[in-house]
């Protein structure tokens, strides 16, 4: 990774899925690109990205087919149906049959998507990448959560911790899933979110398990051997999917819901007499939330789509660096996620809750919306095109 002499229109620190994408879209318009690999990127700043999969949804997709990026064959699974069931009798489902599409969501693969978007940016002239961030009139930060940049900017990021902690692995089963993906609400040890998404292609026994745990609980089943781990699954999930084989590490890390205060400003000069450059945040380096409703990279690949629509139909006379221009990306983004922030955080604090009226209300209140057909058709459909 080397210097070039040519003269950069944009920098792109982070070199994830979220900084990868956004390169090759500002790509495609003959900007120069310099991507930068050094520090966290967004592809997954805890650092567990061989035991999580993604879910995608169609505007996701499609940004991702157009790049000629999204994942084939055992690297994308579409999910047909979603069960959901509450801690005391609630029942939710989702059928793509009844959307009328072809599938709800996708689950994919994160290191076939890695690839292929390492593999496209590797063959883009107009992206060089390199590990030094260079100047240039506008500098996207797309280092995760953890975003060391973001702190050197004063950007403040308000955090809110929650009380549980995420567990993740890999597994498979006796029985095949069906392309079908399941989730449980529950309380038996404190309030916990258990989702098995089907993964490895349409006929396989692999599930990827995303499990919202207390803390201490999520260290204790960290710790535990592999079989009293699987038995511990078994009785959590009912023996739902059969059998169960763990066959991946365990990792943990800790959930919360989080926002950037702007997401735009202006770059520090470097150089006396320099001309202006603004910065402004992508992905997680914006904006962190739950993960019970799987929009967390949808959301990201949101600002990818947005701030390349804006940078596209900017004035010819505006630069890069104007602020103007970037508000534009800033309004349309922040409603959006704190929208999608607010769906999370309201069920998650709702779930949360351990006394019995409440849980009876929210239990009677997901079956009895499992009847509305419209409402229901509705809300999928939204989730299925949101942050596009």
Partial sequence: ?????????????????????????????????ALVH????????????????????????????????WPEGAACTPILQMQIQGDHGGDLRFDAAEQRVEALNWMIDVPALEAKLAQAVGYQTYIEEMSEPVDAPLTVICEGRASQTRAELGVNFEVKHYAQHALACRIQTTAPHHQVARQWFQNTHGPEILAFLPIGGESSHEWAVVWSLTPTRA?????????????????????????????????VW????ARAHKWIGAMPQTREGGKPQAFAL??????????????GLNVGLGDVAELAR???????????????????????RQAEVMAMGCVTDGLQTLFAQPAMPLQKL???????????????????????????
């Fill in 1 to 33: 990774m080397t210097h070039s002499s040519t003269p950069f229109d944009v920098c792109i620190r982070g070199a994830g899925i979220v900084g990868r994408s956004l390169a090759l879209l500002l790509a495609a318009q003959q900007l120069r690109v």
């Fill in 38 to 69: 050094k520090g966290a990127t967004d592809k997954s700043d805890t650092g567990h990205s061989d035991v999580r999969a993604y879910s995608l949804n169609a505007a996701a997709k499609q940004l991702l087919s157009d790049l000629r990026c």
């Fill in 219 to 251: 260290q204790e089943l960290l710790q535990t051997d592999a079989a009293q781990f699987c038995a511990q699954l078994e009785g959590a999930c009912s023996t739902a999917a059969g059998h169960i084989q763990l066959t991946s590490n365990r990792a």
């Fill in 254 to 257: 800790p959930l919360q819901l």
């Fill in 282 to 295: 992508a992905g997680d380096a914006a904006h962190a939330m739950h993960p019970l409703a799987g929009q």
């Fill in 310 to 332: 804006v940078i596209q139909a900017k004035e010819f006379w505006r630069p890069l660096s104007d602020h103007k221009l970037l508000r534009r990306y800033e309004r349309a």
């Fill in 362 to 388: 929210r239990n009677w209140g997901m079956t009895g919306f499992n009847r509305l057909s419209p409402l229901k058709k509705w809300m999928a459909q939204h989730a299925m095109k949101s942050a596009s």
